[in-house]
Structures are given as structure tokens and as C-alpha cells.
């Protein structure tokens, strides 16, 4: 509970400051001002939260992340998903615009659900399934329409809640938008978001080990069907949460509070 009134009250000024000033007038007509700029509020108010909950985004491996060309096409980020807070590392660490398709219930959060239309992300309903492909179709256009955004989605489907150390099945309409704009598909693999909220977890700071595991190209896939891109993928993604694991526990001794 303390955690969270420490970063209420480090960081409901700012907030309430950045809702009225310009989350509104960005979120009602996001058309009308240049992605870079509206990406750039919303990180520096991510980051800002991120800073309050002790999460130290300095010593996060960024494996590559940010190495792109400099007229490189949209970014189709894949990656196993544990926590609300999987989405604010991505848009906290990268170094341009990005944006992810939240499920619906998203849009009644006042802060998270205007940040994700001031960025031209998309609501997902998972229980509606004509729903999820108009959906799909929509990010396919909007990769289209703006080629400076990259895309987050976490084919997992909803946040793992069983066993962090496992990934769970990925589906594989996710994949169908990169595949049909022959989008390059970045392949992650994140431990420990799930303690940055948790009430219970008072680490001094909080350290994200984030792997870029393959990215997986164009030419490599365009014989494939999205179930063996979507396989594969996992596999991918599996294979370096695994390899996460004894980091991420050492970086759990080396901040806990005990120390």
C-alpha cells in the first residue's frame, strides 16, 4: 500500500498537470500533432512513474533494440507478458514512437487509456472474436498509414498469472499484421515486471532483465504460415525467459530490502 501512496505522491502533480495541459487535447484529435511529439509526453510521464516505483531503467540491457536503419519500416515487437507494466518498459526505453493494442477495459483508466489513443493504439475485446480481426485489420492500416510507429503486441493474450518462468501459448492472428506489411518481428523475453506492482514487493529497486532473443525478418518468414511464425516465435521467447531466470533472481538478492 505505502508503495503506491509514495508514487501518488511523487507523481499526482505531474500528472494532473500533463492531463489537462495536453493528454486531453492529443487524446480527442491525436491526428493533429506529429506522433514524435505526442511519443515524447508520454514517455517522459512513463518514465517519470517508472522512476517513482524504483525501477532503475538505466541498467536495462537494451540487447540492440534501439540499432535500427535510419528509414527502417515499423518494428513488430512480440514478448511473453506478466505485468500491466510489461508495456511502459517498451515505451519508456525505446527511442522512437510505439504503441500496442490493449484489451478494452484499458480504455476506462483515465491515464493509460487516453495514452494509448493519444498514440494510435488499438482495444482488443478477447471475448469477441469478429471484434479481435477488426481489430487486427485496423493496426494492419494503421502500419500502413504511419510507418514511423512501431507496434507491441503480447500474443500470450493476457498476463501470466500461473508460472512467470513459463510461456504460454502465443496465438497466432497476432502475427498477422506484421506478416501481411512484411514487418521485421522483434522477438523479447522480459522477467520481474510482476513485482513493480505488487503491493507486497518492497525491493529497493527494480531491475527488468529484457532480452532481445532474434529478429526475425521478412525474407525469413514469407514461406511461413502465421501458426510456424507464431511457434516459433515462442520457442524464441521461451528459450530466453529461461535464460533470464538466474538473473533475474540475482538482481532480486542484490535489491532486495533485506540488504
Request: glycine share 4%; proline share 5%.
Amino acid at each position: 500500500m505505502w508503495k503506491y501512496v509514495k508514487v501518488v505522491f511523487k507523481c499526482l502533480p505531474a500528472i494532473i498537470y500533463a492531463y489537462f495541459s495536453w493528454m486531453l487535447k492529443f487524446s480527442k484529435h491525436p491526428e493533429k500533432y506529429d506522433i514524435k511529439l505526442r511519443f515524447a509526453k508520454i514517455q517522459g510521464l512513463i518514465r517519470k512513474i517508472l522512476r517513482a516505483f524504483n525501477v532503475s531503467l538505466s541498467e536495462i540491457d537494451l540487447n540492440g533494440f534501439n540499432d535500427y536503419p535510419a528509414n527502417a519500416k515499423n518494428r513488430f515487437i512480440v514478448c511473453n507478458h506478466l505485468s500491466d507494466a510489461d508495456p511502459l518498459i517498451f515505451l519508456a526505453l525505446s527511442s522512437r514512437p510505439i504503441t500496442f493494442v490493449a484489451k478494452k477495459e484499458t480504455l476506462k483508466f483515465p491515464l493509460v487509456g487516453r495514452a494509448i489513443k493519444i498514440l494510435n493504439g488499438e482495444f482488443i475485446d478477447r471475448n469477441d472474436l469478429k471484434m479481435q480481426l477488426r481489430v487486427f485489420k485496423n493496426v494492419e492500416n494503421k502500419m500502413k498509414e504511419i510507418p514511423d510507429l512501431d507496434w507491441i503486441i503480447f500474443p500470450e493474450g493476457t498476463r501470466n498469472k500461473v508460472n512467470v518462468k513459463e510461456v504460454q501459448e502465443f496465438h497466432y492472428g497476432s502475427f498477422k499484421p506484421a506478416m501481411r506489411n512484411e514487418l521485421p518481428i522483434y522477438v523479447f523475453s522480459l522477467l520481474g515486471t510482476q513485482r513493480i506492482l505488487d503491493k507486497k514487493c518492497k525491493n529497493k529497486t527494480y531491475i527488468i532483465p529484457l532480452k532481445l532473443n532474434k529478429v526475425i525478418s521478412p525474407d525469413e518468414y514469407k514461406n511461413k504460415s502465421t501458426v510456424e511464425v507464431s511457434e516459433l516465435s515462442y520457442s524464441l521467447c521461451d528459450e530466453g525467459v529461461k535464460s533470464l531466470i538466474k538473473i533475474d533472481e540475482n538482481f532480486v538478492k542484490r535489491f532486495s530490502k533485506k540488504n
